[in-house]
C-alpha cells in the first residue's frame, strides 16, 4: 500500500467511519470500538436506523436477484462500504452461478481494503473488482470501472446505489452525477436506489433525525440530507419505475416474511428500481 493510502487508513480507523457504523448495525464484523459507540448513541435518539439499515440490505439483494432474473449478469456498485452479510457477488453468484460480475466502488480506504481481502477468499478475480473511486469522480470513475475488463458496456448493467445519495446534499447535485452514469448504460440496464425519509407528519422521528443528522456531521465528517418523496423519484428521471414504483424499503417486491408488513413506514426509506429503454 502507497505511503498516501496507509496515511488515510491509519486516520480512518481512529475516526467514525459511517461506512463501519453501518456494518455494525447490520451485525458485521468490519468496525471499531469508536464506531460502536456511535451507533450505540445514535440508537437512543433513532432507534429506527438499525430497521433502515437491516431493511436496505434486504433491498439489495432482491434487487440484485431482480436484475438476475430479468438476464442481467454485470453489476456497478457505487459506495459499495464494508463487506458485510449479502454482498451483491455471493446474492448473484447464488443466483446464477459462475456468470456474474461485479465491480464494488467505494471511496472509503479501510472499506476498500476489506473489499480486496474479501474478494481475494470468496471472488473470482477475473470477475469481480473492487476500486477506489468517488461517486462525483464522473468520467473517471467510469473509466476506471470500464478498464478493469469486467464490465461490458454495450451490454445491460445493473448500477446499485443503495443508501448513498442520501450523503449528497442539495448543492452537490446528486441528479446531474447520476444522470451521468444513467447515460453511459446501455438499453435494459436497471438503476436501483434507497433513500432514508421520513413522512413530514412524523414530526418526533424527524427532530430525532436532525439530531442523528447533525452527530454524524461532526463526528464521522459525513453529511445526510432527508429528501421529500417527491425529490428522491427525481433520480429516476429518465428511466421507466419497474412495478411496484417507488414503494417503502420493505414494500418493495418482498420475500417471505415481512417484518413491517404492518407498518411499511417503519422501514424509514423509499427504494426503487429504474429500467433504461
Known amino acids: 500500500m502507497a505511503g498516501g493510502d496507509a496515511d488515510r487508513l491509519g486516520e480512518s480507523v481512529n475516526k467514525v467511519s459511517a461506512g463501519r457504523v453501518y456494518d455494525y448495525l447490520l451485525g458485521g464484523v468490519h468496525h471499531y470500538a469508536v464506531d460502536q459507540r456511535f451507533a450505540e448513541e445514535q440508537l437512543k435518539k433513532l432507534p429506527e436506523m438499525r430497521d433502515f439499515a437491516r431493511s436496505n440490505r434486504a433491498f439489495l439483494g ?87 475488463g469486467v464490465i461490458a458496456e454495450r451490454e445491460p448493467i445493473a448500477l446499485l446505489a443503495v443508501a448513498l445519495l442520501h450523503f449528497m446534499p442539495p448543492e452537490t447535485r446528486p441528479e446531474r452525477m447520476l444522470a451521468f452514469y444513467r447515460d453511459q448504460l446501455a438499453p435494459g440496464s436497471l438503476v436501483a436506489l434507497s433513500h432514508i425519509h421520513v413522512p413530514p407528519e412524523d414530526t418526533a422521528t424527524l427532530a430525532a433525525s436532525r439530531e442523528v443528522i447533525e452527530s454524524y456531521r461532526k463526528q464521522a465528517n459525513s453529511v445526510a440530507q432527508p429528501r421529500s418523496r417527491e425529490d428522491i423519484a427525481a433520480f429516476f428521471d429518465g428511466l421507466d419505475l419497474v412495478e411496484p414504483g417507488l414503494v417503502w424499503i420493505s414494500e418493495w417486491r418482498p420475500e417471505g416474511a415481512d417484518p413491517y408488513r404492518d407498518d411499511p413506514a417503519g422501514s424509514r426509506g423509499l427504494a426503487g428500481v429504474g429500467r433504461k429503454h
Open 62 to 148: 432482491r434487487a440484485v436477484r431482480y436484475a438476475v432474473s430479468q438476464g442481467i449478469r454485470q453489476f456497478v456498485d457505487i459506495g459499495s462500504g464494508l463487506p458485510t452479510q449479502g454482498n451483491v457477488h455471493e446474492v448473484a453468484e447464488e443466483a446464477a452461478p459462475g456468470e456474474c460480475r461485479v465491480v464494488y466502488i467505494d471511496n472509503e480506504p479501510i472499506a476498500q481494503a476489506h473489499a480486496e481481502i474479501l474478494l481475494e477468499r470468496t471472488a473470482d478475480p477475473a470477475r469481480h473488482r473492487a476500486l477506489d473511486a468517488d461517486f462525483f469522480d464522473g468520467p473517471r470513475l467510469w473509466q476506471l470501472v470500464l478498464d478493469t
